[in-house]
């Protein structure tokens, strides 16, 4: 088993409207065409949200009102290009730091979740953008990089037809059996609150729909009692599933780390992620008073 790195991953965050984004999570889809700008109420409000988030040390989320079109390209040409939004967010990285890849995904998704409960559409886009047009747009610290951006707006009921051929194309709406990305995954015994995260992070979003992500019921034997039972954590991993040029699998499993720990809360799991060392991503671990509570 990797060794954490030392303590938890730093843009943990102390408080969240669970109930809000669980649902934002399971209702929120990609966007790429867009009609209407977001409300200037709802942009100071997420600049509020942003600015409030901890660790911008290691990763920070930056809301831009006017994001020029020229910011996204496509796929081939056109195709799959973001069309019509005029306001969206920057999702920037620490490269000195660790576990920056993993803070900005789990520090994006959480402003996306907040813009969602909000009725903002919006799509990650960690591939197909043009990275020194974004670093222009905002004062940029030495080790800084833009990992990924996302349009914020409201959606066209009808998406063009590009855009849904590339949902076609990746499997937009697919997900992965939750016994591949939780092998032995059981109800009976795996503890509610991971179950519950399991489930969330099933839906997360990630670079062609790849999913590369592996959760981990940690268990042992207690010194004190004769059974072998949960140690109230859960460890995510990075797998080798798919490949999309620069688009790191640990961004995407940070953005599986906030859904896994919104569903956790739900079901009264709270605990925090702690770093650990490659091809493991971070573990979280339910506090020791919610730990009692799944003994036998």
């Known amino acids: ?27 929120r889809h990609s966007a790429r065409t867009f009609e ?3 409300h200037l109420s709802l942009l100071e409000h997420l600049e509020r949200f942003t600015a409030s988030l901890p660790g911008k040390e290691t ?37 000195e730091s660790p576990t920056f890849q ?11 979740l907040e813009a ?9 886009v960690g591939g197909f953008f043009d990275r020194s047009a974004t670093e222009r747009l905002v004062e940029m610290a030495p080790g ?8 914020l707006g409201y959606a066209q009921a009808r998406p063009r037809a590009g855009e849904r051929m590339l949902k076609r194309f990746v499997g937009a709406h697919k997900r992965r059996p939750i016994q591949e990305i ?5 109800d009976e015994t795996w503890p ?18 790849r999913q590369p992500w592996l959760f981990t019921l940690e268990t042992q034997v207690s010194a004190t009692a004769s059974y072998a039972g949960p140690t109230g954590a859960v460890r995510i991993s990075v797998t080798e599933r798919g490949h999309f040029g620069s688009v790191s699998r640990r961004l995407d499993c940070g953005i599986a780390m906030l859904h896994f720990e919104v569903g956790a809360h739900l079901m009264g799991g709270m605990g925090r992620w702690e770093a650990l060392e490659e091809p493991d991503v971070a573990r979280y671990r339910v506090s020791l008073a919610e730990e009692s509570k799944e003994a036998p």
């Open 116 to 124: 969602q409960a909000n009725g903002l559409d919006s799509c990650w």
């Open 102 to 112: 993993e803070a900005a995904g789990y520090l994006g998704e959480a402003a996306i």
């Open 182 to 186: 939780a092998p032995g995954f059981d």
């Open 1 to 27: 088993m990797c060794a954490a790195m030392p303590g938890t991953l730093p843009v943990a965050l102390q408080d969240m409207p669970v109930a809000e984004w669980a649902a934002a999570a399971v209702a």
């Open 36 to 38: 209407d700008a977001p």
């Open 192 to 209: 509610a609150w991971a179950a519950e995260g399991v489930r969330l992070a099933r839906v997360a979003p990630s670079a062609v729909n």
């Open 144 to 151: 800084e990089r833009v990992l990924a951006v996302s349009p």
């Open 59 to 95: 990763a920070r989320v930056v809301i831009v009102r006017d994001l020029p079109a020229s910011v996204f390209t496509g796929v081939i040409g056109n195709y799959g290009k973001v069309v019509g939004a005029s306001s969206g967010l920057m999702v920037i990285g620490q490269e």
